[in-house]
């Protein structure tokens, strides 16, 4: 307790000296603004910039948002212009969705290093890793003007996430160890500025959830706009006075929690119009607009300035048309009505557009990498049918699945021959090698039809169930059924509705999908790989085993349970130092060994639309990370 | 006549609430629910989903209640207040969705239908008095293709030509200067550059049917002794056919107003869904596939009583316009 004491006064006194020296060296600077929101200055209705910005603000230059390999001419850029997206749903577009994401700590690109403040001002992680303490930037304000304090993060904790109305289960991200039975976190507010997270067990992965190497992990759980979302709460606010909100969406009294959930706008519901009037901390914030648009303008009280003391963002709006039909988005694209989109181009598209980019008034960019490996193939281990089980859990037949696959061939067909090979999974083609390995493992029997039979005697079928999220996900699974009927499996292939593939998924009926696959490119985050973490394979059972603590569900089989292990370990350890790199090793020995899924390549081109003055667009990198720093992007 | 009406008003309200049932199962036929699309689209785009928040939202989006009590819910806001509910998709009240869409829907569908009649009728009754002439035989070719030709493509086909030879998109009703524009005679004028298209493309199945319909109807009338005797009493031409071949001619067309209304507020909801209009036929159709149900079981729910009000209507019109209706009475259902 009291080496706790100790070490908090020695982070007061930094802290405070820090903020001394800082303060000092930038008060004499004078910040410049965007020309609207300088007339609004001047009609009085907003206060100067100096008082819109924190004490600190977050200082934009070289090698600060995106790395200096991937944007070596960074400049600093003018005011002006409009960003134009498109997007198929009508409450959410990725692309404004990452614009506008703002985490408390932050990396150039989602890189593992040099971790920073972002709307933390500073931070202090103990050396084992149970204590975190943040500190927020000095005069820092919502996008309404009101001052960002430590009593809205005291709000976020004790009304939101405690509440049991609004929050019932408490997230396993804020508990020890990140583990869904450990026991919450404490907070403790040190002043106005400076509050501490407090585990019970080591929890060094914490790190990503405030927003380190992860886009989305955002402060929303941390820090809410308490002025604007306590006339929401009961605790706060009489039932009488929420009552017109609650009648307007059809709630009963005891149902307040679900207006608040609604007002209390989170990172995902970002772009439905629920999130206009609500304050946040992003570069542009939502606004009105017509039904078949989404708008969001520039946030008069964003925190970031350039090297010359120019508040960003430099662009004034940024909207996305809504199209109702995927039929649509080529004619949206050749009337000149986007000049900044990722994930709605498709590949067979990009030459169309390429012809077409005078008419577009926009280039497409086919520099940037998609941050993942686009989509793999997954098996679940855990299906109840037993000669599946038999079958699937031999390493050989994962090892002569993953060598039937031609990916050279796969990258040229799909991705015009811009993928790259996996760096963590083995991929070389052998079809030879595969045919050995099946026969090895007794499937050397052929029916009629020549295909291989199974231990019960019955011919071993491999159907592939999926939904499409992607233009060229049919094209991707037939070729995946060419290729593993050359090793003699018959592999079949289904095609659903979303709906009924998470439907079958629950029953445990899958046998194996195709689906996205965030890769490696986070390795110590081996929890993305956990079965159904994020992606679409393995059995429910086994999550509820886990989430139980073992009381309900079904074990894992003992390599599955390898992984378990291994990620709990590895939760437990910063991921800026060098023992996560030891983790990324042993993660990478785990899947060499035991090849759990099958990425098609390791990376693609990303193709992108924008404009073509674009300035402080990356040269190389990930086309996300370009995209999140859309802060520092303007027209030349 | 008055008991024709109350018996016709009695029948209906049943008739609603059967609807409302049927409109909120029909939306939960389809296997899982709004989540469940829900969730996989927010993997898709990045979004880490564990348990906890499985669990939240199946408590904040009320999917954890038993059927039958969502729909009391529904049907209890429906009534007492007025509240159709909240969308998922959009966490906004269904009647707000509503309300900013039936502006432009109705200003379409109305246009069209104006456009519908007022080349129709004229080329009805023009092919019908001018039996097997050319005139006739070119209308009736056309009207065949244009019964046969469905409303999508010809949409598409058209957004197409035009692209191709003049270089400009239609997509959707505004132009992108005009978006977020409010109302003035430059966004009219940008409008009306983009409206006739649709109007067009929904009118011109609308009108090949109509012509069909209103040359046999009258084809059948004029050939009657009525018109002989009328003819031979020295009546003016026009008299003799607008004053009572014309009027039999209609009754089909009253009839079916029934199917009009709906089909006023969600009509032609392929044709929008091309065009990218932001109307309630599309609003209609992203609903159902999210399952997003209070949104889309709302627009079912007033489409089926539209029609149910717009039969009445239809009813009572063909009873006021045409004496040989008679109202059904019991004597006569009796036997």
């Known amino acids: 307790m009291k080496k706790l004491l100790v070490v908090s006064l020695v982070l007061i006194l930094v802290f405070s000296l820090t903020l001394g020296s800082v303060s000092i060296s930038f008060s004499q600077k004078k910040y410049k603004e965007a020309p609207m929101l300088a007339e609004l200055v001047k009609q009085g209705k907003l206060p100067p910039v100096e008082q819109r910005l924190p004490e600190e603000p977050f200082v934009v230059g070289p090698g600060v948002l995106v790395d200096k390999n991937d944007l070596p001419n960074w400049e600093v850029g003018q005011y002006g212009g409009v960003f134009r997206s498109v997007c198929l749903n009508p409450d959410l577009d990725w692309n404004l969705r990452d614009a506008v994401m703002e985490n408390l700590l932050c990396t150039p690109a989602f890189k593992t290093k040099p971790l920073m403040g972002n709307i933390a001002a500073e931070f202090k992680v103990s050396a084992d890793n149970k204590i975190f303490t943040i500190r927020l930037r000095k005069g820092l304000k919502w996008s309404d003007g009101v001052p960002v304090t430590t009593d809205d993060v005291r709000f976020a904790y004790e009304d939101v996430l405690l509440n049991k109305d609004i929050t019932p289960i408490f997230p396993s991200d804020y508990r020890g160890a990140g583990d869904p039975g450990g026991t919450p976190m404490k907070l403790k507010i040190v002043d106005k500025y400076t509050f501490r997270i407090t585990f019970d067990k080591p929890y060094g992965r914490f790190l990503v959830v405030l927003g380190l190497g992860s886009r989305w992990a955002t402060y929303h759980a941390l820090l809410k706009p308490s002025h604007y979302l306590k006339q929401f709460h009961t605790k706060y606010t009489s039932i009488e006075k929420i009552r017109p909100y609650l009648k307007e969406y059809g709630y009963s009294d005891q149902e307040w929690w679900r207006l608040f959930l609604i007002k209390d706008v989170i990172l995902w519901d970002i772009c439905k119009e629920s999130g206009i009037g609500r304050p946040t901390l992003g570069p542009w914030v939502r606004v009105d607009s017509p039904t078949n648009v989404m708008a969001f303008e520039r946030n008069p009280y964003y925190y970031k300035v350039d090297t010359e003391g120019n508040q960003l963002p430099y662009v004034d709006r940024y909207e996305s048309i809504i199209v109702t039909n995927p039929a649509n988005l080529p004619m949206a694209i050749l009337s000149g009505k986007v000049n900044l989109n990722r994930d709605m181009i498709d590949w067979d598209k990009v030459s169309l557009y390429r012809e077409n980019e005078q008419k577009i008034g926009a280039k497409i960019d086919l520099n940037l990498m998609t941050h993942n490996a686009p989509i793999a193939l997954f098996i679940n281990y855990g299906n109840p049918d037993a000669v599946w089980r038999k079958v699937v859990n031999d390493v050989r037949f994962r090892k002569a699945i993953n060598m039937s696959i031609d990916r050279k061939q796969l990258s040229d067909i799909l991705y015009l021959g811009t993928g790259k090979p996996s760096r963590w999974f083995p991929s070389d083609y052998n079809l030879k090698e595969a045919n050995r390995l099946l026969d090895e493992m007794g499937m050397s029997k052929r029916d009629a039809e020549g295909y291989r039979i199974g231990p019960d005697g019955k011919t071993f079928e491999f159907p592939i169930v999926y939904c499409v999220q992607g233009g060229y996900w049919e094209r991707a699974v037939e070729l995946l059924v060419e290729y593993i009927q050359k090793t003699g499996i018959k592999a079949t292939m289904k095609m659903v509705t979303m709906n009924l593939m998470g439907e079958m998924q629950n029953a445990n009926q899958i046998k194996a999908t195709i689906d996205w696959l965030d890769d490696v490119n986070w390795p110590y985050i081996m929890y993305d790989y956990r079965p159904l973490s994020r992606t679409g394979w393995g059995s429910p059972l086994w999550n509820l085993y886990y989430a139980t603590g073992g009381k309900e569900g079904e074990k894992p089989p003992e390599w599955i349970a390898d992984l378990y292990k291994l990620d709990a370990d590895a939760r437990a350890i910063n991921p800026s130092t060098q023992r996560a790199e030891l983790f990324e090793k042993k993660f990478a020995k785990w899947i060499k060994e035991n090849i759990p899924m099958f990425p098609l390549i390791g990376q693609a081109v990303d193709p992108m639309i924008v404009p073509s003055n674009l300035g402080n667009w990356a040269r190389s990198g990930y086309a996300s990370a370009a995209q999140f720093a859309a802060e520092q992007l303007f027209f030349k | ?335």
């Open chain 2, 1 to 335: 006549m008055l008991n024709y009406i109350i018996r016709r008003l009695s029948i209906m309200i049943p008739e609603i609430f059967l609807i409302s049932i049927i409109a909120f199962i029909v939306i939960q036929l389809p296997p899982g629910d709004f989540l469940t699309t829900y969730i996989m689209r927010l993997q898709a785009s990045g979004v880490a989903i564990n348990q906890t928040i499985i669990d939240t939202l199946t408590r904040q989006y009320g999917l954890d209640r038993p059927i039958y009590v969502q729909y009391f819910m529904w049907m209890k806001n429906i009534i007492l207040y007025g509240n159709f509910g909240t969308s998922f998709t959009w966490n906004m009240p269904v009647t707000e969705i509503i309300k900013e869409r039936l502006p432009m829907t109705l200003i379409i569908s109305i246009a069209s239908l104006i456009f519908t009649w007022m080349v129709a009728f004229p080329i009805g009754i023009y092919s019908a008095t001018h039996q097997y002439s050319p005139f006739d035989h070119f209308f009736t070719l056309l009207s065949f293709i244009g019964v046969s030709m469905p409303g999508f493509l010809l949409a598409l086909v058209a957004i197409w030509f035009l692209y191709k030879y003049t270089g400009y998109a239609i997509i959707g009703l505004f132009s992108l200067e005009f978006l977020n524009q409010p109302w003035s005679f430059a966004k009219l004028a940008d409008m009306l550059k983009n409206v006739w298209l649709p109007i067009i493309v929904i009118g011109i199945a609308g009108i090949a049917g109509l012509v069909r319909v209103i040359r046999a109807m009258m084809l059948d009338e004029i050939k009657k002794q009525y018109v002989t005797t009328a003819r031979a009493k020295g009546l003016p031409e026009y008299k003799i056919l607008f004053k009572y071949p014309l009027r039999v001619a209609v009754n089909p067309i009253i009839s079916t107003i029934g199917w009009l209304l709906p089909s006023l507020v969600s009509g032609e909801s392929i044709v929008a869904i091309v065009i990218n209009l932001q109307t309630i036929g599309p609003a209609l159709l992203t609903a159902s596939l999210a399952q997003d149900m209070y949104l889309a079981g709302s627009i079912v729910f007033i489409l089926g009583t539209l029609t149910v009000i717009g039969m009445f209507i239809s009813d009572l019109l063909l009873a006021w316009l045409d004496p040989r209706i008679r109202y059904g009475d019991r004597q006569e259902r009796g036997s």
